[in-house]
T-cell receptor, first 116, second 114 residues
Framework: EAGVAQSPRYKIIEKRQSVAFWCNPI?????LYWYQQILGQGPKLLIQFQNNGVVDDSQLPKDRFSAERLKGVDSTLKIQPAKLEDSAVYLCASSSLAGGWGDTQYFGPGTRLTVL | GNSVTQMEGPVTLSEEAFLTINCTYT??????LFWYVQYPGEGLQLLLKATKADDKGSNKGFEATYRKETTSFHLEKGSVQVSDSAVYFC?????????????FGQGTTLQVKP
């Protein structure tokens, strides 16, 4: 079974530029998560999708971040405009069930973003 | 609110030493508890989990027991190997939110020397 795919693996941009990350979850997984991991910290949830609907986006900085999951499969996370503090690893995860409290989440390799 | 606290790292051990990484949590509901591991250059992988009090999760020689009375989920291994060198994250998912959202600790780096 193929794992969670993410691209690109690395991205370097200047502040105020825009950037987009792509995620393809494990086939058949209904729930998709985007986490932000700042160096030296644990991942923090940005947004959770159930199929193509948003379940939780309470910690997504909506003035600059946006995400979509068209057709309930692939997802894109966008930052526009980027700030220095957005430098982090962006992790995508998926789970097979309803995204409940006991489900196992499977993580992709992440995209490392550096904002100069 | 919900939170997870892990012991500070890095933890440096010799091969075959006993490992303990402490993890305590605060939760408003009744959480599931997880240990994830991140090997160098790789993504997070689930190591083990427990979904109710007194459950013991185990995998690859690692164990952790869900202790509700002490709100802890300490990770242990009897004999570590160089290949166990990685960053270990304790996390919880709160049943009351029913979203599956994981709340992570800050991570503990383990270095095992031959």
């Amino acid at each position: 079974e193929a794992g969670v795919a993410q691209s690109p693996r690395y991205k370097i941009i200047e502040k105020r530029q825009s950037v987009a990350f792509w995620c393809n979850p494990i086939s058949g997984h209904a729930t998709l998560y985007w986490y932000q991991q700042i160096l030296g910290q644990g991942p923090k949830l940005l947004i959770q999708f159930q199929n193509n609907g948003v379940v939780d986006d309470s910690q997504l900085p909506k003035d600059r971040f946006s995400a979509e999951r068209l057709k309930g499969v692939d997802s894109t996370l966008k930052i526009q405009p980027a700030k220095l503090e957005d430098s982090a690893v962006y992790l995508c995860a998926s789970s097979s069930l309803a995204g409940g409290w006991g489900d196992t989440q499977y993580f992709g390799p992440g995209t490392r973003l550096t904002v100069l | 609110g919900n939170s997870v606290t892990q012991m500070e790292g890095p933890v440096t051990l010799s091969e075959e030493a006993f490992l303990t990484i402490n993890c305590t949590y605060t939760a408003t509901g009744y959480p599931s508890l997880f240990w994830y591991v991140q090997y160098p250059g790789e993504g997070l992988q689930l190591l083990l989990k427990a979904t109710k009090a007194d459950d013991k999760g185990s995998n690859k020689g690692f164990e952790a027991t869900y202790r509700k009375e002490t709100t802890s989920f300490h990770l242990e291994k009897g004999s570590v190997q160089v290949s166990d060198s990685a960053v270990y994250f304790c996390a919880l998912s709160d049943r009351s939110s029913n979203t599956g959202k994981l709340i992570f600790g800050q991570g503990t780096t383990l270095q095992v020397k031959p």
